[in-house]
């Protein structure tokens, strides 16, 4: 399955409300799963982003729509990113002209 990795940002009232974030990620690990997607880890950090998540998912618009349904309380932003691992990079690198 492609893996994605997901840049959180807290929006004003994610931070207003960070006090009641980690129920919040809880639901939103549950929601992934029940999407079909593969929570492989969950990080928090300092700096320009506050979270991210490393998920397996089918495909690209699975994760988009879980994407849209996380962000839509306006708690959070979200980046989405596809990884490629060293075998799928090679396989692209080798198919340039």
Do not use: C
């Amino acid at each position: 399955m492609p893996r994605f990795i997901l840049l959180v940002d807290a929006t004003r009232q994610g931070i207003e409300n960070r006090k009641t974030s980690p129920a919040r990620i809880e639901e939103h690990k549950k929601s992934l799963k029940n999407a079909g997607i593969d929570v492989r880890a969950s990080y928090h950090m300092l700096g320009p982003h506050d979270g991210l998540m490393i998920v397996d998912a089918p495909n690209g618009a699975a994760v988009a729509k879980a994407v849209y349904r996380m962000e839509g309380a306006g708690n959070i932003r979200i980046e989405m990113r596809r990884l490629y691992t060293d075998d799928e990079y090679k396989e692209m690198v080798a198919a340039l002209p």
